[in-house]
C-alpha cells in the first residue's frame, strides 16, 4: 500500500512561494514506472493537472502550460519525498492541493491527505 | 487539449438504483486511455476505473466502466450509501485532463 503525506503551510501572501511537500511510503521516488505529480482543485476551476516528476535513469519534469513558467517540481531520493513549489501566488492559486501518484503517467491510483492553501494578505 | 463534458451536472437517485454517468471528450481519447474516481467530501478522490474499463484494485463489482473513442459511461448498479458522492472522468491519451464531475445525491 503507497501512502502519501503531505506537509506545508495553508496560507500565502501574495507575490510570495507556495511550497508543499508529500512523503512517500510504500514505493520509491525514483521508480521506474512511477512519476510523482501535484494537482489542484478549486470549486471555479475543478481538478487541474500541474506537473510532475519521474525518474527514468535521469530526472524529468512535466509542467502544466498556464504554471509552467513559476513551477518547480524537485525529488529528494534521501528522504524519498517530492516537493512543489509555485512562485509568484496571486488569489486566484487558492485551492486544494494533493500530490499523488502518477502512474505510467497515466492515472493518479494513490492520493495526498490534501492541502487546503489560501492565497490572501 | 482534449476537453471532457461530465453529464448530468447532478443525479438526483436513491439507494438501491441504478446511475448511469457520462463523459463526453471533444476528440477520440488514444487507445481508451480514460478513468473514472469517486470523491467524497473532504477526501482525495479515489481510482475507480482505468483503461475505460478495468477496476481498480478493491473496487467493488456493482462499478462498471464502458465505452470507447469520444463516449464512455461510468455504471453504479445498485447505490449503497457510500456510493452518494462526485465522480470524476480523466483522459490520459494526450496529456492529462479532468472532467468537471458529476454529483450523485440522495433523492
Known amino acids: 500500500q503507497v501512502l502519501l503525506q503531505q506537509s506545508g503551510p495553508g496560507l500565502v501572501k501574495p507575490s510570495q512561494t507556495l511550497s508543499l511537500t508529500c512523503a512517500i511510503s510504500?514505493?520509491?521516488?525514483?521508480?521506474?514506472?512511477?512519476?510523482w505529480a501535484w494537482i489542484r482543485q478549486s470549486p471555479s476551476r475543478g481538478l487541474e493537472w500541474l506537473g510532475r516528476t519521474y525518474y527514468r535513469s535521469e530526472w524529468y519534469h512535466d509542467y502544466a502550460v498556464f504554471v509552467a513558467s513559476r513551477i518547480a517540481i524537485s525529488a529528494d531520493t534521501s528522504k524519498n519525498q517530492f516537493s512543489l513549489q509555485l512562485n509568484s501566488v496571486s488569489p486566484e492559486d487558492t485551492a486544494v492541493y494533493y500530490c499523488a501518484r502518477d502512474w505510467l503517467r497515466w492515472y493518479f491510483d494513490f492520493w495526498g491527505q490534501g492541502t487546503p492553501v489560501t492565497v490572501s494578505s | 487539449e482534449i476537453v471532457l463534458t461530465q453529464s448530468p451536472g447532478t443525479l438526483s437517485l436513491s439507494p438501491g438504483e441504478r446511475a448511469t454517468l457520462s463523459c463526453r471528450a471533444s476528440?477520440?481519447?488514444?487507445?481508451?486511455?480514460l478513468a473514472w474516481y469517486q470523491q467524497r467530501p473532504g477526501q482525495a478522490p479515489r481510482l475507480l476505473i482505468y483503461g475505460a474499463s478495468s477496476r481498480a484494485a478493491g473496487i467493488p463489482g456493482r462499478f462498471t466502466g464502458s465505452g470507447s473513442g469520444t463516449d464512455f459511461t461510468l455504471t453504479i448498479s445498485r447505490l449503497e450509501p457510500e456510493d452518494f458522492a462526485v465522480y470524476y472522468c480523466?483522459?490520459?491519451?494526450?496529456?492529462?485532463?479532468f472532467g468537471q464531475g458529476t454529483k450523485v445525491e440522495i433523492k
Open positions: 510504500g514505493d520509491s521516488v525514483s521508480s521506474k514506472t512511477a512519476a
Open positions: 480523466q483522459q490520459y491519451g494526450a496529456s492529462q485532463t
Open positions: 476528440q477520440g481519447v488514444s487507445r481508451n486511455y
